[in-house]
């Protein structure tokens, strides 16, 4: 059973930080491409940033410079380090494995950026 579990969501303040993780377990960790996805409310849900394999990152326009993901496979997790959070940084962050055609989403972590 895959499981992928993200934590560190919260609120804080604009100009803040936080970091994001996501556990998985039931996967090869190492051979999954890992992303962190946001939903706005009333938004589609967008790529914000993606790790491979192989320590490719990609990252969105709009948090490059900001945000950086990171992969730890001896621990089987990937972390988001988000600097300098803005209000339209706000919304549900989701973890992502994907290998082929298998996708696996968690249930999605809260960031709330605000004063």
């Known amino acids: 059973q895959v499981q992928l579990v993200e934590s560190g969501g919260g609120l804080v303040q604009p100009g803040g930080s936080l970091r994001l993780s996501c556990a998985a377990s039931g996967i090869t960790f190492r051979r999954y491409a890992m992303g962190w996805y946001r939903q706005a409310p009333g938004k589609q849900r967008e790529l914000v940033a993606r790790?491979?394999?192989?320590?490719?990152?990609t990252y969105a326009d709009s948090v490059q410079g900001r945000f950086t993901i990171s992969r730890d496979n001896a621990k089987n997790t990937v972390y988001l380090q988000m600097n300098s959070l803005k209000p339209e940084d706000t919304a549900v962050y989701y973890c992502?494995?994907?290998?082929?055609?298998?996708?696996?989403w968690g249930q999605g972590t809260q960031v709330t950026v605000s004063s």
């Open positions: 790790i491979t394999g192989t320590v490719i990152t």
């Open positions: 992502n494995a994907q290998l082929s055609f298998d996708s696996y």
